[in-house]
């Protein structure tokens, strides 16, 4: 929950302060309901995908899972009004032998840049069009459809960075004890989804929440003011 920005040199009207009141209480109430355990997890073992200043969302995903392609829309939604000081990334997660050609597809078609070509598609070929885009082979022959060069995808494909980025994959899975996908991973250190949390759209006011806290621990402990000094 985001605070309203504090006027510049002028005071706050009743309908602005009410407001203020209330988005207040609202955060306070969100907190309130939030049930560690149930709406979200914390992790084990903590540890983010990649390293940076900024708050990770984690998404942890296969192109096989309908529930995952049914969550693209609204996870594009919340990229639009995503708290400032966060950084979206997608894991295609390695969770099984049946699960890693498409991971492969995935940080193989990242590595050559071409990621917006296979992405939805991807996923529209094996859920509207019920396509069989399931093996080595066939995910190859997939990605030269879509236009990217077939010698290049494959090369990136079987390539060693593709193999360390799935190991990797398969790590940060068992590091966050995902049993199931998608799942949502804040920072490193808790995990949710829409069943754990009831509802996508409470999945996501579950994410900003766990956002702010992570942002608000970060901020440095502002040093008391000198006594001797004021005035």
Same mark, same amino acid.
Request: aromatic fraction near 8%.
């Given at each position: ?12 009207? #009743?309908?602005?302060? =009410? $407001?203020?009141? !209330? ?6 109430? @969100?907190?309130? +309901? ?83 070509? #296979?992405?939805?598609? =991807? $996923?529209?070929? !094996? ?6 885009? @399931?093996?080595? +082979? ?94």
């Amino acid at each position: 929950m985001t605070l309203p920005l504090r006027p510049r040199a002028r005071a706050l009207t #009743l309908p602005a302060l =009410l $407001f203020a009141v !209330l988005a207040l209480l609202g955060g306070a109430a @969100l907190a309130q +309901e939030l049930d560690e355990g149930i709406d979200y997890r914390r992790v084990a073992e903590p540890a983010r995908a990649e390293a940076g200043d900024d708050v990770e969302v984690l998404e942890l995903f296969w192109y096989g899972c309908p529930h995952c392609y049914q969550l693209e829309p609204h996870i594009e939604k919340w990229l639009k009004t995503k708290p400032a000081g966060v950084t979206f990334r997608r894991l295609p997660a390695a969770a099984s032998p049946r699960w890693v050609p498409h991971a492969k597809a995935y940080f193989a078609a990242e590595q050559l840049g071409v990621l917006d070509q #296979l992405h939805k598609p =991807l $996923f529209k070929a !094996l859920h509207d069009e019920r396509r069989p885009v @399931l093996t080595d +082979e066939q995910v190859i022959a997939f990605a030269a459809e879509q236009g990217i060069d077939e010698a290049k995808f494959r090369a990136a494909y079987n390539s060693f960075p593709v193999d360390t980025q799935v190991r990797k994959s398969a790590e940060l899975v068992r590091r966050y004890a995902i049993d199931g996908v998608p799942a949502m991973v804040v920072d490193g250190k808790y995990v949710t989804s829409a069943t754990q949390a009831g509802s996508i759209a409470r999945m996501f006011e579950v994410i900003d929440y766990l956002v702010a806290e992570e942002q608000a621990a970060a901020k440095p402990a502002q040093a008391a003011p000198d006594p001797d000094k004021a005035g």
